[in-house]
């Protein structure tokens, strides 16, 4: 049974370029979670996809958007990278309906220059 | 913006001894679950805590809650090496459907 997978595990971009990260979900779950993770901190909670549609969203301006696929698979796309988008993403994925656990990706570390 | 409020921020042990970590959060809970974190990884669940009950086991651990303070503890017993990670407590406001908000965590080192 496969868990969630992200891909890339590491990037490094440049500030003002444009990056997407991507997440398979575990299998037999229909929801996607995104977190930003910088050094030192928790989480924080970026959207949610469902029904490949965007749920809920935290508190991070449009320059971040995301997709969701009907595989369930989604991406997270951040535009105009600043110095502070430097953080590990976390994709998390969890079966709607049944509200708890989170089962989360290893993560994709980026770093802009 | 983060709910929960891990403390201690860190905690040095040695391996065997218990290790209590705390959590307090601002707003009625539907539930509260706690991670687990090796550095630079994944978080992995380690336990749920529905807001009706006060106690509940797993293992080495033993989590707590009080709704009445807001507040939640995590013991592990007899603590290991592979114990040290950081530790994040999470949790979902009772007001219709929310996301999972995490604290900053504890920083958890057990020493050998």
């Known amino acids: 049974d496969a868990g969630v997978t992200q891909s890339p595990t590491h990037l490094i971009k440049t500030r003002g370029q444009q990056v997407t990260l991507r997440c398979s979900p575990k299998s037999g779950h229909d929801t996607v979670s995104w977190y930003q993770q910088a050094l030192g901190q928790g989480p924080q909670f970026i959207f949610q996809y469902y029904e490949e549609e965007e749920r809920q969203r935290g508190n991070f301006p449009d320059r971040f958007s995301g997709h969701q696929f009907p595989n369930y698979s989604s991406e997270l796309n951040v535009n105009a990278l600043l110095l502070g988008d430097s953080a590990l993403y976390l994709c998390?994925?969890?079966?709607?309906?049944?509200?708890?656990?989170?089962?989360f990706g290893e993560g994709s570390r980026l770093t802009v220059l | 913006s983060q709910q929960g409020e891990e403390d201690p921020q860190a905690l040095s042990i040695q391996e065997g001894e218990n290790a209590t970590m705390n959590c307090s959060y601002k707003?009625?809970?539907?539930?509260l679950q706690w991670y687990r974190q090796n550095s630079g990884r994944g978080l992995v669940h380690l336990i749920l805590?529905?807001?009706?009950?006060r106690e509940k086991h797993s293992g080495r651990l033993r989590v707590t809650l009080d709704t009445s303070k807001k507040s939640s503890s995590l013991l592990i017993t007899a603590s290991r090496a592979a114990d040290t990670a950081s530790y994040f407590c999470?949790?979902?406001?009772?007001?219709?459907?929310?996301?999972?908000?995490f604290g900053k965590g504890t920083r958890l080192s057990v020493i050998a």
């Open positions: 805590i529905r807001s009706n009950e």
């Open positions: 999470a949790t979902d406001a009772a007001s219709g459907n929310t996301p999972l908000v």
């Open positions: 707003t009625s809970i539907n539930n």
């Open positions: 998390a994925s969890s079966l709607a309906g049944y509200p708890g656990e989170l089962f």
